[in-house]
């Protein structure tokens, strides 16, 4: 939608909320006058009639000789004066006539029989029901002003008359809705007239206003799509009638087109002057001009984004790399926000071609400090062999530490603790009577000698019966094995596998792998929870997920937990997780975790694609080897 359709819709739509509020406002006070002013005229009619019976029946009741001797006598006495009293009825047909708005007067007993009214033929019938004028007063406005224009009704007010708070008689004034109908009705489409010529108004001026105000506005994108087409012209034309300020709008984009004509010169320069240096370098090589569109790109970037160099040239950052996608993401938000990138690792799947690995990084080209960027250079380099090389010296380096620390601790611990055990059962030969200091460090070497008998057998070299593995499918039957003490724990297990991820490896110490790390999340939700676990893939890799809803690992042992002995658990042995750390290394997979305190933890293991462990590099990197 243009700007200058969106200002229209903006002009109406103000001027209608405006007047609409202005009627609602004016209705509210005009409804509550209205009734205010019709309860107040029944009022008055009601008192004046109140106050003429007082007077008639005092006159009716002096006191002579035939005076009432009980309260019923006088009432009885009231009743036959108000029947019979010719001055009463004339009286309220009077009263009726000067009474605008007034559809009756009349004077009813207790029961509603009609002693008097202001038509003659009432006298004696029952009084017909009429609403209440109080509670029409005190509904909704809105809801009284809908009543009063869509029904015909009675609406009344009445005075009591009696003796010691002993109510005698009703004197009722009845107002018709008609009659307040038509009292308003002319000031009802007065405002309804008014409300039409406001809606006119409105609708004139957002015809007529986003034209004046935008009109300029037109002429000067005009001159930035001539800027950007390098047709600006240097002093361009400047109709009559035009505004101070948007004349100093076009001088200033005269100038803007001249520093935009300057910038491509040396955007020009800057491409003549590096296009052979980005040909002869081996990495893939991407210039970006300040707008954002590639300028040129050399021959092994063609060759690892798979496209060739005129369907690259001249497209834009987020045409070449889509927002979506993971390269995307990386440079389009270093190209937007000027941001350099070194040496980020991303997945890049090209069409037909599987999936790679890159290693990318972004700079961006300034003139000067202070000036305006030239560009940016983005560099992209295969790093599957990088992360090869990274991936087999971390797995050398720590089976060579594990393998030196398991040497130091047989020959230092194992020996002496079997001639402890040994002199210890002689010592306890020549004792006469058994001592328990004697049972306390026999049990204590024991539990020793079992600790390093442990230890020894983590670090045993291992020799891998690696087959293809159904990732998912064997998370589904460690699933299974635990699934009762799952069900006895009130922990739900959600599951979301992966079909298609395979593997490489030894089934038999992966299941007992990923059994560690379900079993270590289903010991954190004592009091039962929700354990999910989901494979996925992740670029070339075959990621598993479980994720607990338990306490967490607090942040000050979170580098210890994949170490041997280490545990937070009361009664824990502290082998389950360096396990499984040393299973998925042997694997050439990695596993990390996230975690927070309060809500859980998130392990994910991440086993390359369908390697071939039976290589020699792999034999030569099992421990003891």
């Not at 005009?30 to 109140?50: L, P, Q």
């Not at 490896?505 to 990923?514: C, F, P, R, S, T």
Request: charged share 25%; glycine share 6%.
């Amino acid at each position: 939608m243009s700007l200058k359709a969106r200002l229209r819709i903006a002009i109406v739509a103000l001027v209608t909320l405006v007047v609409i509020a202005m009627s609602a406002l004016y209705l509210y006070d005009f409804t509550r006058v209205t009734f205010r002013s019709a309860f107040d005229r029944a009022d008055v009619v009601a008192d004046e009639i109140n106050g003429y019976l007082i007077e008639r029946l005092n006159v009716a009741t002096t006191p002579d000789a035939t005076s009432p001797a009980s309260v019923e006598q006088l009432k009885e006495s009231w009743t036959e004066t108000i029947r019979t009293d010719a001055r009463i009825s004339r009286r309220l047909v009077r009263t009726l006539a000067d009474a605008k708005l007034v559809l009756s007067i009349r004077v009813t007993d207790t029961q509603g029989q009609v002693l008097a009214a202001s038509d003659p033929r009432l006298a004696g019938a029952r009084a017909s029901a009429a609403h209440d004028f109080r509670d029409i007063q005190n509904g909704y406005w809105f809801a009284n002003l809908w009543r009063l224009m869509s029904r015909s009704e009675n609406y009344s007010t009445t005075r009591t008359l009696g003796v010691d708070n002993k109510p005698f008689f009703l004197i009722e004034v009845v107002i018709r809705s008609d009659f307040v109908r038509n009292d308003i009705e002319p000031a009802l489409k007065s405002l309804a007239l008014a409300f039409g010529a406001a809606l006119f108004i409105g609708i004139f001026l957002g015809s007529v206003l986003p034209n004046l105000v935008l009109d300029p506005v037109g002429r000067m994108s005009q001159t930035i799509d001539s800027i950007l087409s390098g047709q600006f012209e240097a002093t361009p034309s400047q109709p009559q009638r035009e505004t101070r300020e948007f004349a100093d709008v076009q001088s200033k984009l005269s100038v803007l087109g001249e520093q935009f004509r300057g910038a491509k010169r040396d955007a020009l320069e800057l491409r003549s002057n590096v296009e052979q240096l980005l040909q002869r370098l081996e990495q893939g090589v991407l210039l970006f001009d300040n707008t954002g569109r590639l300028m040129m790109a050399s021959d092994p970037a063609a060759r690892l984004l798979g496209k060739p160099h005129v369907e690259m040239v001249g497209r834009g950052v987020d045409e070449l790399f889509p927002i979506s996608t993971a390269l995307g993401e990386v440079i389009g938000s270093a190209v937007r926000e000027r941001q350099p990138v070194h040496d980020q690792m991303v997945t890049l799947t090209r069409n037909g071609a599987g999936s790679v690995k890159l290693l990318v990084s972004v700079d961006v080209l300034r003139r000067s400090p202070g000036h305006d960027d030239l560009g940016t250079l983005v560099a992209i380099r295969d790093a599957e062999s990088r992360r090869q090389i990274e991936r087999q010296l971390d797995l050398s380096t720590r089976l060579a530490a594990l393998s030196r620390l398991t040497s130091g601790v047989a020959h230092e611990i194992k020996n002496p603790l079997n001639a402890m055990a040994l002199h210890l059962e002689v010592l306890r030969g020549k004792l006469d009577v058994e001592q328990p200091e004697v049972n306390v460090i026999a049990s204590e070497i024991k539990r020793l000698d079992s600790v390093v008998k442990t230890f020894l057998n983590f670090n045993k070299p291992i020799e891998l019966e690696a087959t293809s593995i159904n990732l998912s499918q064997l998370a589904d039957q460690v699933i299974a094995l635990v699934l009762p003490e799952a069900r006895a724990k009130r922990v739900q297990i959600e599951t979301a596998l992966e079909d298609g991820l395979m593997i490489n490896g030894d089934a038999d110490l992966l299941k007992q792998a990923i059994l560690n790390v379900i079993n270590n999340g289903l010991e954190a939700m004592p009091e039962g929870g929700r354990l999910k676990v989901r494979t996925a893939w992740d670029g070339d890799d075959c990621q598993l997920e479980i994720a607990d809803a338990g306490a967490g690992i607090a942040p000050e042992v979170r580098d210890r937990i994949f170490n041997l002995y280490f545990t937070t658990k009361k009664g824990g042995s502290g082998i389950g997780l360096a396990t499984t750390f040393r299973v998925v290394q042997l694997h050439g997979g990695t596993i990390d975790f996230v975690s927070e305190v309060g809500k859980g933890t998130t392990f994910r293991l991440h086993f390359p694609r369908m390697l071939d462990y039976r290589s020699e590099v792999f034999r030569s990197a099992t421990l003891g080897s």
